[in-house]
């Protein structure tokens, strides 16, 4: 895959800084189901590697798919635990970046701890890093499909200052961004949104830059 600077043609949507936020506030809503009974806890892995899924959201819907209002957050090893779960059995969805990547059905809960495996698939990652920084930052992606992509840094105005694109990409690939425009202009510091658009996946991380 040949990666080529690109010249920014969209600008920035604030819906996607909200999309969590809404999904919360949706959930929040949600009434609980009967009286507190138990803990679910558990890992959640990538299906095809093994390795633990961190920043996943868990989210327990009742078998006839109805959100219960009960979530977690799968820490740096993959681990969650949902505390005060109504006894009864639920299904249990795994979603990063609001996309689903995995299900489980049928999990029962009673007043014991229970302790379950969750398999996803993360067919496309995007992480950005170390944040704060102060003079490069790695994008990292992974996609286990090809597909066009574009990556494009935003500031806090909605300009788009730099961008990347390529015809098609599958696999691993590190971009490294020296917080520069795309005229070699050094940026100020402050906060900047990097937006990957991968086929019809879109993806968006904040990174900030301090002098």
């Not at 809404?22 to 959930?27: F, H, N, P, R």
């Not at 892995?45 to 996943?56: F, N, Y």
Request: with cysteine.
């Amino acid at each position: 895959m040949r990666a080529h600077r690109a010249r920014c043609g969209s600008t920035w949507d604030s819906r996607h800084r909200f999309r969590g936020l809404i999904l919360a506030g949706l959930l929040a809503g949600a009434p609980a189901v009967g009286h507190a009974a138990g803990t679910l806890c558990g890992t959640v892995r990538d299906a095809s590697t093994s390795a633990p899924i961190a920043r996943a959201g868990i989210f327990l819907r009742t078998p006839a798919g109805e959100y219960t209002g009960l979530y977690a957050a799968s820490d740096l090893d993959g681990k969650f635990c949902i505390g005060d779960v109504p006894a009864g059995t639920y299904d249990a969805e795994v979603r990063v970046d609001d996309y689903r990547i995995g299900l489980r059905r049928n999990i029962v809960v009673t007043d014991e701890p229970v302790d379950v495996g969750l398999e996803a698939t993360l067919s496309l990652r995007f992480e950005a890093g170390p944040s704060p920084a102060s003079s490069t930052i790695a994008l990292r992606l992974f996609s286990a499909r090809l597909t066009p992509l574009r990556l494009e840094v935003f500031d806090t105005s909605g300009r788009c200052v730099r961008a990347w694109g390529t015809a098609e990409f599958q696999g691993e690939r590190v971009f490294n961004w020296d917080f520069r425009d795309r005229d070699g202009r050094e940026l100020p510091s402050g906060q900047y949104f990097v937006r990957l658009t991968a086929g019809e996946r879109v993806l968006v991380r904040t990174v900030t830059r301090v002098r």
